[in-house]
C-alpha cells in the first residue's frame, strides 16, 4: 500500500516538475517604459470639478475601476491617464453641448496610494504602498528580502496595468545596478512573485 502511494507520489511530483511557469520575457528585453504624463490621474483619485452656474455637475467625483469619472446628467467621461488640465478640457468639451460657454474647474482632491503586493519565497509577503520610481529591488526589500528557499533567477512581476506576459528578474541583475532591471518602475496593482 505504502508503495503505491509512493509511485502515485512520484509521478504526480514528475508531471509538476515538467510543466512551464507560463510566458514571461526578460526586463532586459522590454521596451523603454513609455512614462505616463506626471501627475496624471488614476483609478481611486477622487477630484472637485465646477461648472460655473450648474450645481448639478459640480461636486466631488472618484476615478472609477473602469478609468472613467461618472457625472450627473453627463455621463462618463475618461480620466485615468490623464493630467487634471487634459481631463478638464475634456469635461469643458463634453458639457459644451449641455450649456453654453462653460467655465469648468477641476482640482485633485484626493491622491489614492498605490499599492504592490509581493508574494512568494519572501521574509514577510504583503500588499505595500509604493512611492513614485520605485521597483522591483524596493518592493523585495520592503518584504524582508528572500526566504532560504527563494529562487533568486525565478523574481516575476505580472502588471495589472497590462495584459502581456509576466516580466522576470533576475536578483544579479537587480544587485548589479543592471540599467533595464532597476529602471523598471512598478505601477499600482502590480504584483512581485519570488518562486
Avoid at 502515485?8 to 507560463?22: D, E, F, Q, V
Avoid at 469643458?92 to 496610494?113: D, E, W
Wanted: with cysteine.
Amino acid at each position: 500500500m505504502k508503495s503505491r502511494y509512493l509511485a502515485i507520489l512520484c509521478i504526480a511530483l514528475s508531471a509538476l516538475a515538467c510543466t512551464t511557469p507560463g510566458p514571461y520575457v526578460w526586463a532586459n528585453q522590454l521596451p523603454p517604459a513609455a512614462a505616463g504624463p506626471a501627475g496624471a490621474l488614476r483609478i481611486g483619485d477622487r477630484v472637485q470639478l465646477a461648472v460655473q452656474g450648474q450645481e448639478s455637475v459640480s461636486g466631488e467625483f472618484e476615478v472609477r475601476p473602469t478609468g472613467e469619472i461618472v457625472l450627473p446628467a453627463v455621463g462618463k467621461i475618461s480620466a485615468a491617464g490623464l493630467t487634471i488640465e487634459q481631463f478638464r478640457q475634456q469635461v469643458t468639451a463634453r458639457v459644451s453641448g449641455f450649456f453654453q460657454n462653460p467655465q469648468v474647474t477641476v482640482v485633485l482632491a484626493a491622491r489614492k496610494a498605490p499599492f504592490v503586493s509581493v508574494v512568494g519565497e519572501v521574509r514577510t509577503p504583503g500588499r505595500y504602498e509604493l512611492r513614485d520610481g520605485e521597483g522591483v529591488l524596493d518592493a523585495l526589500a520592503r518584504a524582508a528580502g528572500f526566504t532560504p528557499f527563494a529562487s533568486k533567477d525565478g523574481i516575476y512581476v505580472i502588471q495589472k496595468a497590462h495584459r502581456g506576459p509576466r516580466v522576470r528578474f533576475r536578483y544579479q541583475d537587480l544587485a548589479g545596478a543592471d540599467p533595464a532591471s532597476v529602471g523598471f518602475e512598478l505601477r499600482d496593482g502590480d504584483i512581485v512573485i519570488v518562486e
